[in-house]
């Protein structure tokens, strides 16, 4: 499946920006998804994730009760609602999928990976 991320961009802190992960190729359905990002001179970090039928979602501690993943797999898509940015939100945010893992909260559980989409935050 080949994946592409849209929807980053620049925000000023306490602000909201939607990232949309759009798969073609395949069906979106019977894959878990995940969103990643990297800041500069960071290593990548594992974001959010959500299973094969939208009933698991999970995220890292920094993003919990701002960060909302869902899917619309009638539009193959898996988006990343961001709500109160902050300047440490900062990086290139990717999506992943994976059909062999259920609940993937790794990189190393993932196996098909998108371009990524800039987010600047502004303090």
């Known amino acids: 499946v080949q994946l592409q991320a849209s929807g980053g961009g620049l925000v000023q802190a306490g602000g909201s920006l939607r990232l949309s992960c759009a798969a073609s190729g395949r069906t979106f359905s019977g894959y878990a998804v995940g969103w990643f990002r990297q800041a500069p001179g960071k290593d990548r970090e594992f974001v959010a994730a959500?299973?094969?039928?939208?009933?698991?979602?999970y995220y890292t501690d920094s993003v919990k009760g701002r960060f909302t993943i869902s899917r619309e797999d009638a539009k193959n898509t898996v988006d990343l609602q961001m709500n109160s940015l902050k300047p440490e939100d900062t990086a290139v945010y990717s999506c992943?999928?994976?059909?062999?893992?259920?609940?993937?909260?790794?990189?190393?559980?993932?196996?098909?990976w998108g371009q990524g989409t800039q987010v600047t935050v502004s303090s």
């Open positions: 959500i299973n094969r039928s939208g009933s698991w979602k």
């Open positions: 992943a999928a994976t059909l062999a893992n259920s609940y993937p909260t790794s990189s190393k559980n993932f196996d098909s």
